[in-house]
């Protein structure tokens, strides 16, 4: 059914077609869009055509010139790198570069006490030291070695930027070298020290570190053939033989030896950082110069190694904690004046310009030097006062006239320096007085023969009236010789020095070691002669052996390192007799007197015997006091550089007491033993005694006098012969 009044749906096929068609109704036509208009392209000006070809030719010009002076460049520093490789020798030929040798000195029991010269304590490489040691160079010096190719452009760049920081020029201050670098200018690029090419050994070493651009761009070639030619351990073992560590010492393993007295592959971290921290600065950093200073250096170089990896933080604070300490041999540094003595008496061509290693064995005793530097620092912290510029000097030897001990200043653990010991010539004053009482016992004298002490002047040719004086300004009268020495009169010294004769008190002395001019006047007997420490404590110690001459020598023998033949041996020792043995025994009697009784009595110690005599020069510009025992003579100067006067100080005073203190200390241990020394027959005469009772004694001033006097002594004649006169001092008698 259909309802009517509803509408009809529209069918599907009226929607599709329209009404009455049937068809589907055609579509209309899409209008297309008009196209747009094109804008014509505006046409560029001529001028910018000519800028952009301009430009693009420029540009590829530079391209043209920039790679074929590259290529240039390159193809040139490939020919210089080849032929600098060519050059370059094995690496085991560069090890040791040294120009010069080293010396190292050892002491009478063998052991090693001072080093001179450039010290090579063998070769080593980087599988020899101790890892420790190649890891703190490689961290402190150049932590990119093993990953460059020789130059380090980072590295570089970084020294550029500090450099210019600080207000330098770029190339001035760093260097941002890499260990190659370093080994390159080590290695002086290649040339070796000539002689008769260079000014000094100095000047050729200024050249070597010269930092010019042209200098820096030789080093860069060489360097890289370096690189080409050597693998990195090897370049690395170069430079741990090259390198100057300080104290003399070239090289890893010397100073391993020289501050550690241990091989380079036994140091510890801490001594390893300690070493590798002197590449630096190896002269201010040096342990041996400053160790506080060295120290901290090496607790920034153990810092470096953690940070790099090669040390736990736990191990970098355990050693910085425990701190690398000199060997008891670099601590003590003994005997820097023996040494330098030592160098100086010895061949040149073995010592101060050998170009071989060397070994010396000297006399020096390393218990005894101590004692004699301790003895010096006691007397000037607790008996002089402070801020005085006074100086001493000190020598220990025996008879034989071997040195044992030397201090040259107040300073003693130094080298190189002003030894007071060897150069200071200065008057001796009443020290030499014992060798115009040795002629006078030699020619028959007795220690008890006695002379006037009164006023005397002597006229002399030229001068006119000289009238000595003795210290106190007083006059004693009558004394016995022995009397005269113990109080150090000073007219009865010269008195006897005119009766014996100026020449043969002049023989004497210079016999006895004195080298120096001696004075040709009457105050030869007063000690108006200069002379040196050493010297007169070798003339003492001539007294001291029974009369016989000695030359003072510290070196034993010499021998060439690895040799067990010496080159040479001693240069001194016991000489000709000077004085008979008698004449010595009863002149160390009269010296025994002076400690014992007289003006030196300030040197008694331990109840020992011990001989000596003050010296006192004119307005105490010098005071000596020099004496012995049976096992040692010690010899001991005091005054100023300057020659300015002592104040309250004579030979009995400090001297003697610094003689004292240094023998103290030198007899530790040492079996008490007597003197040498003869006392004359009979009792001491009393000085009252007058010549009335007494046979006088004829003193020969001629020689015809000398031959009466052993004509005598032959015969047995008791006075001159007949119609000779007595030629004797007023008021002396025996």
């Known amino acids: 059914m259909s309802d009517s009044k509803r509408g009809k749906r529209p069918l599907v096929a009226d929607r599709r077609y329209p009404k009455g068609t049937g068809k589907a109704p055609a579509k209309k036509p899409v209008k297309k869009p008009a196209p747009k208009r094109r804008t014509p392209a505006r046409k560029p000006k001529k001028t910018d055509n000519i800028l952009v070809r301009i430009l693009r030719w420029f540009l590829r010009l530079i391209w043209v010139i920039t790679w074929r002076v590259t290529a240039v460049a390159v193809l040139i520093l490939a020919l210089a790198v080849g032929h600098t490789w060519t050059t370059l020798p094995n690496a085991g030929a560069l090890l040791d570069g040294r120009a010069r040798g ?7 029991e063998g052991k090693t006490f001072a080093w001179r010269g450039d010290q090579f304590g063998g070769a080593v490489t980087v599988a020899t030291v101790s890892p420790a040691l190649r890891d703190a160079v490689v961290a402190t010096e150049d932590r990119r070695f093993y990953r460059h190719f020789g130059l380090s452009p980072r590295g570089i760049a970084s020294a550029v930027r500090i450099n210019l920081r600080e207000g330098r020029g770029p190339l001035e201050g760093h260097g941002g070298s890499t260990i190659t670098q370093q080994t390159a200018k080590l290695l002086c690029l290649g040339v070796e020290y000539d002689p008769y090419a260079w000014a000094s050994e100095a000047a050729y070493v200024r050249d070597c570190r010269r930092g010019s651009l042209q200098r820096k761009a030789k080093e860069a070639v060489y360097a890289l053939a370096m690189e080409a030619k050597y693998s990195k351990d090897e370049i690395l073992s170069i430079y741990l033989n090259r390198a100057y560590m300080g104290g003399g010492a070239y090289g890893a393993e010397a100073a391993a030896q020289r501050y ?18 002197l590449l630096t600065a190896p002269s201010s950093l040096a342990p041996t110069a400053n160790l506080q200073r060295s120290q901290d250096r090496a607790a920034t170089v153990l810092r470096l190694m953690g940070d790099q990896g090669y040390l736990s933080q736990t191990e970098v604070a355990r050693w910085q904690e425990n701190p690398a300490t000199l060997s008891p041999a670099a601590r003590r540094k003994a005997g820097g004046y023996f040494a330098d003595w030592v160098m100086a008496s010895g061949p040149e061509f073995f010592t101060r310009n050998t170009t071989e290693d060397v070994i010396i064995s000297t006399t020096l005793d390393q218990r005894l030097q101590r004692a004699a530097e301790e ?14 510029k006074a100086q001493a000097a000190i020598v220990v030897m025996g008879a034989d006239g071997a040195v044992r001990a030397m201090v040259g200043g107040r300073e003693s653990r130094v080298a190189g320096v002003f030894n007071r010991a060897i150069q200071a010539k200065r008057q001796t004053g009443s020290a030499f007085k014992p060798f115009v009482y040795a002629a006078a016992m030699d020619l028959g004298y007795s220690p008890l023969d006695t002379v006037v002490d009164e006023p005397y002047c002597l006229n002399i040719p030229g001068s006119g009236e000289w009238c000595p004086g003795n210290y106190t300004n007083t006059f004693s009268g009558q004394v016995t010789l022995t009397d005269a020495l113990k109080q150090s009169l000073n007219i009865p010294a010269v008195k006897v020095s005119e009766s014996v004769g100026r020449d043969l008190v002049r023989q004497v002395a210079s016999q006895f070691g004195i080298e120096n001019d001696l004075a040709d006047g009457p105050a030869l007997a007063l000690g108006a002669s200069e002379s040196t420490l050493l010297e007169m404590t070798g003339a003492y110690a001539g007294i001291l052996n029974g009369g016989s001459s000695v030359t003072p020598y510290g070196l034993v023998n010499l021998r060439l390192q690895g040799d067990t033949e010496p080159l040479m041996g001693t240069g001194g020792g016991i000489g000709e007799r000077v004085i008979q043995e008698e004449a010595a025994g009863q002149l160390i009697w009269m010296m025994e007197k002076v400690v014992s009784e007289g003006t030196g009595a300030r040197a008694q110690f331990g109840g020992r015997q011990i001989a000596g005599k003050t010296g006192t020069t004119q307005a105490a510009r010098d005071a000596w006091f020099i004496g012995f025992t049976a096992d040692y003579v010690t010899g001991v100067w005091m005054g100023y550089d300057d020659n300015t006067p002592l104040t309250g100080v004579t030979g009995g005073g400090l001297p003697a007491e610094i003689f004292r203190e240094t023998m103290i200390r030198v007899h530790e241990g040492v ?18 005694e007058t010549t009335s009772n007494r046979r006088e004694r004829t003193i020969p001033r001629t020689t015809e006098g000398l031959i009466d006097m052993l004509l005598r002594d032959i015969l047995g004649g008791g006075g001159p012969p007949s119609g000779q006169p007595n030629n004797r001092i007023p008021g002396e008698s025996r």
């Open 671 to 688: 079996p008490v033993r007597p003197l040498p020394m003869l006392a004359p027959q009979g009792a001491p005469r009393p000085q009252a």
């Open 375 to 388: 003895a010096l620092d006691y007397i000037f912290e607790n008996k002089v006062r402070e801020g005085s």
């Open 102 to 108: 080293s010396v190292t000195l050892e002491d009478r």
């Open 260 to 277: 550690f007295g241990k091989a380079a592959a036994l140091t510890t971290p801490a001594e390893a950082a300690m070493l590798a921290g």
